[in-house]
C-alpha cells in the first residue's frame, strides 16, 4: 500500500515538475520563424553556391582558365576550358560549367583561384524539380556575352 501511495506521489510530483517548466517556456519570446512568410538574415559569413564572378567594367569573367580550380575541386563538380582570343593579351573562359548538385561548398576551388574569378553567393533558397536548373551554363554564357543577367 505504501509503495502504491509513493507511486503515485512521485508521479503527481513529476507531473507538476513538466508543467512548471511548460509554463516556463510558454512566456519566453518565440524562436520559430514561419518560413515561407517569413525569412531570416543571412550572417555576412554565409556561403551559399560558388559563382562565377565578372568584370564591373567589362562584364566579361575575370577568370584566366587556369583549370586550378578544377583540379583543386573533390567533388569533380567544375569543369573549365578557355582559349586565346584575338586582341587578348591573356586567355580567357570559353566553356564554364558548375553542377551544384554535386558540390560540397568545401571552398577548394575559391581559396585556389589566382585571379580570384570564384566567389560564394548569398543565395540561399535554391529550390527546383528540375536537376538541369543546377548547373552554371547559362549564366555564365550570358556573362561573357556581355548580356544583362
Known sequence: MMKAIKELFTGFWSLLVGMKITL???????????????????????RGHIMLVKDVITGKSV??????????????CIVVDGLKREGDKKKSVS????????????GSCVEVCPVDALAFSRDYNLASTSKEQFYQIDLYKRVTEGQPQ
Open 24 to 46: 516556463q517556456q510558454f512566456f519566453k519570446p518565440q524562436v520559430t520563424v514561419q518560413y515561407p512568410h517569413q525569412s531570416l538574415k543571412m550572417p555576412k559569413r554565409f
Open 95 to 106: 566553356d564554364f560549367m558548375l553542377d551544384f548538385t554535386k558540390c560540397s561548398l568545401c
Open 63 to 76: 577568370c584566366i582558365a587556369c583549370k586550378s580550380c578544377e583540379k583543386a575541386c573533390p567533388s569533380d
